[in-house]
């Protein structure tokens, strides 16, 4: 086989690659395939393939019409399945602006915020907010991993969701939380109207 024909044998098995899994990056690409990092960024350009970032914000915005309780840029993450009243998916790709600097750690409130946000997202309701929360850091996530959130609706009552979420980085589990949120059908006397879709100024007070 050419180097010619090479590339072009690999550049379609990438291309299907992310046609099965769009949120796989050029780092999990790079191992799959035997071949550096570089090699996967100048295959994705030459199929025109957006990085892992862009693909993201355009999964968001093709499912975030779904979501009743949160603007999009009230999201912890990125929004890439959600079936309302039932389960949700977000990414978080973690950044160096997320970390403390001496250790490189990523800073807790940003995984119990993806969980939250996730959690209020996929109630079915106009205002929700969060009640109670059990929450487990299992290990410490360094700058660089990729967290992918799930959230699960496992009880209801009444207006009360009970809902389970784990975020895992790989195959590892390294947050877990349960949640019980509220659907409210209107805001606490003395609380304003929030100005833009959903509940969100109650929601960002719990």
Do not use: C
């Not at 990414?91 to 807790?108: A, P, S």
């Not at 967290?147 to 496992?154: D, P, Q, S, T, Y």
């Amino acid at each position: 086989m050419t180097e010619k024909s090479s590339r072009q044998h690999r550049q379609s098995l990438l291309a299907q690659s992310l046609s099965e899994d769009p949120f796989l990056t050029d780092q999990d690409l790079a191992r799959r395939f035997d071949v550096s990092v570089q090699t996967v960024r100048l295959d994705r350009l030459a199929l025109g393939i957006p990085e892992l970032r862009e693909r993201l914000r355009q999964a968001a915005e093709s499912i975030f019409g779904r979501v009743r309780s949160l603007a999009s840029q009230e999201m912890v993450g990125e929004l890439v399945d959600i079936e309302p009243d039932v389960q949700g998916i977000s990414i978080l790709v973690t950044t160096t602006e997320m970390v403390f600097e001496k250790t490189r750690i990523v800073r807790g409130h940003f995984l119990y915020g993806q969980a939250e946000s996730l959690a209020l997202a996929i109630v079915h309701a106009d205002i929700v907010v969060t009640g109670l929360v059990n929450v487990k850091y299992k290990r410490p996530v360094q700058v660089g991993e990729r967290l992918i959130a799930k959230a699960e609706v496992i009880r209801r009552k009444g207006n009360k969701h009970v809902v389970l979420v784990t975020i895992r980085s790989g195959e590892e589990q390294v947050f877990r939380a349960k949640f019980v949120v509220v659907a409210l059908e209107t805001l606490p006397e003395g609380v304003p109207e929030p100005a833009g879709p959903g509940g969100s100024q109650l929601a960002d007070s719990t």
